[in-house]
């Protein structure tokens, strides 16, 4: 892998205003980010395409490319496979909306869930569902040129590797493919190595994040999840593509760029140590 | 040392819906028959009333399913952490949409008759000026309380360590900066335990305002709204202290988040297996 491929992100930045993370990245000399969409910096029902429009601008005068947008979809109420009507349909709408902002802020790349379903709900209704939502929010990414990455987790209908593989067989949308979250394999129990052969050329991006029993999202090393095995496994596979820290929740919002340093010291201490290879 | 709470009686603990939100509203008030629980607090959170997606019509409609259930609803409280809510931040846009938020909340517990309104003041962002959002919260406070005030609904202040108002100093200020008959105060034990609050000096300086409590237990660093007597407060001694001052308002095992979804009845039931051990024996 190569200094490139990480992402930095504004996840654990929501404490602060946008322009605080976006000078941070500069200061830290990163040029490519995943955009975290969620208050206070850009929470989908709040912003018009104008206002992220001009998001765009301050990233462009920060040298900053957009590689990839995630709207909040946990803990806002957001799932297209539940079987509540009015919860899925603004589900959808979210996306949609979601999406256009992906394409102002000028990234190729949006990712979405399944979202959950109830314990009383039809599993197999629950997988239409999430089937006919992700259809319909790919057919609006195809006319923008835009790419959909499906992510899976434990508690959703799309719930790990497999489910995406399936997913992706069953819609057979190029503008359709998969990633993969460390915490999702951990908390899924997933065989990090086998979740990759799974994808294969469908894998479009990684969340990087460690994980304890009781703590998820947490900053590599923080935990015990082998992320040196994963990134070897990448390497391995030949894995090109970005990888980002997802340090999800409030966890590091009030030191969040000590958090984001000891990312990129991580990172770089694995480049250091795979150089020769 | 005050221990247990000989005079709580059993009627006094609310049921509440926080962590059945991987159920079905109709789920829960199974759930809450079963466990012979008829007073509940609402939490108005998806899937059960995400204010968002819920007309007053749909509203009336969920009344009559608690009706039918032969509960009552003694507290309503919207959603405020997890979504993006604050009338205390500078972003207008955020900050507005906050308090048309409240405003639905309002107009919803209105519908369902409630007495009670809960509201949290939310925080502003790193850098932001703290008498600003002092500020900001207080115009919030203010315009929502004028509306309750005619509705006949009391809105409860609860003081959270991540926001503005962030103790029970802080609360008491507040109460007194708006001074409405409609605005008054609850107590959250997670919230006494990681500000560093003294239970009993917050129940002291709240007085005749300490309308409400939400009984949960915790653990530092990070494990908030858990199960009573799983966690490191000394509920017991809180019992006793409320007991000490004669306290009649209700008491929430507030589950919040999503450590019990999965076993949300059981997460009920032991809570009210510990909070009944703490009642003056024979109610219920």
């Known amino acids: 892998m190569r200094k490139e491929q990480l992402l930095g992100s504004n996840y654990h930045y929501t404490k602060h205003p946008l322009s605080y993370f976006i000078d941070s990245m500069k200061r830290m000399g990163i040029g490519h980010i995943e955009f975290y969409g969620a208050s206070p910096h850009m929470y989908v029902d709040d912003y018009t395409i104008g206002q992220a429009r001009s998001v765009k601008r301050m990233l462009d005068a920060a040298g900053i490319q957009v590689e990839c947008f995630t709207s909040e979809q946990c803990a806002y109420p957001i799932s297209c496979s539940i079987s509540e009507p009015v919860m899925r349909e603004r589900s959808l709408k979210y996306y949609e909306k979601a999406l256009e902002l992906s394409y102002a802020v000028g990234s190729p790349i949006m990712q979405m869930m399944a979202g959950l379903s109830l314990i009383e709900d039809d599993k197999k209704e629950a997988w239409k569902w999430a089937a006919e939502g992700i259809y319909r929010v790919c057919k609006k990414a195809e006319t923008l040129g835009m790419t959909i990455i499906l992510e899976a987790d434990p508690v959703c209908t799309v719930a790990n590797a497999f ?13 359709l493919k998969g990633m993969l979250d460390f915490n999702q394999i951990y908390n899924g129990k997933e065989d990090f190595e086998e979740a990759v052969d799974v994808l294969k050329e469908d894998l479009y991006h990684v ?9 998820f999202c947490l900053i590599p090393g923080h935990g015990e999840i082998p992320l040196m095995k994963y990134f070897e496994i990448l390497d391995k596979k030949g894995y090109s593509r970005f990888v980002s820290p997802e340090l999800w929740g409030t966890r590091y919002a009030m030191a969040a760029d000590e958090a984001m340093e000891e990312i990129i010291e991580y990172f770089g201490n694995y480049l250091k140590e795979h150089k020769a290879e | 040392m005050l221990l247990g709470g000989a005079n709580l009686v059993k009627e006094q603990f609310l ?9 079905c509203f109709s789920y829960f008030l199974e759930s809450m028959k079963r466990l012979g629980i008829s007073h509940i607090e609402l939490y108005g959170a998806a899937p059960h009333l995400y204010l968002y997606d819920y007309t007053i019509g749909r509203v009336y409609e969920l009344k009559r399913q608690i009706q039918d259930a032969g509960m009552t609803v003694e507290c309503f409280t919207p959603e405020q952490c997890n979504y993006p809510i604050s009338m205390a931040i500078e972003d207008e846009v955020v900050r ?24 949290i003041s939310g925080g502003g962002l790193i850098g932001s000026k703290e008498e600003e959002n002092w500020k900001r919260a207080a115009d919030g406070f ?40 409609a605005f008054s105060g609850l107590l959250d034990t997670n919230t006494i335990y990681f500000s ?33 007597g799983t966690g490191t407060i000394p509920l017991k001694e809180y019992a006793g ?12 095992p507030e589950l919040w988040g999503w450590q ?25």
């Open chain 2, 196 to 228: 560093g609050d003294d239970f009993e000096e917050s129940v002291k300086a709240l007085g005749e305002d300490l309308r409400h409590v939400h009984f949960i237990d915790g653990k530092k660093p990070d494990a908030y709204c858990t199960i009573p």
């Open chain 1, 163 to 175: 489910d995406i593989r399936r997913m992706l067989d069953e819609l057979q949308m190029p503008v």
């Open chain 2, 96 to 119: 507005e949409r906050s308090l048309q938020y409240y405003e639905k909340a309002l107009a919803a517990a209105a519908v369902l008759e409630v007495p009670y309104m809960q509201m």
């Open chain 2, 142 to 181: 203010y315009r929502i309380v004028k509306q309750a005030e005619k509705l006949g609904i009391t809105i409860l202040l609860e003081a959270d360590f991540t926001c503005t108002v962030k103790n029970t100093a802080d609360a008491c200020r507040m109460l007194k900066e708006i001074n409405s008959p």
């Open chain 1, 207 to 215: 969340h990087m994040n460690d994980a304890a029993p009781d703590a």
């Open chain 2, 260 to 284: 019990y979804v999965d076993m949300a009845e059981e997460a009920m039931k032991d809570s009210f297996q510990f909070v009944w051990s703490l009642c003056k024996e024979g109610t219920v």
């Open chain 2, 241 to 252: 202290i409320l007991d000490k001052y004669g306290y009649k308002g209700r008491l929430t």
């Open chain 2, 15 to 23: 049921g509440g819906n926080y962590q059945y939100t991987k159920h």
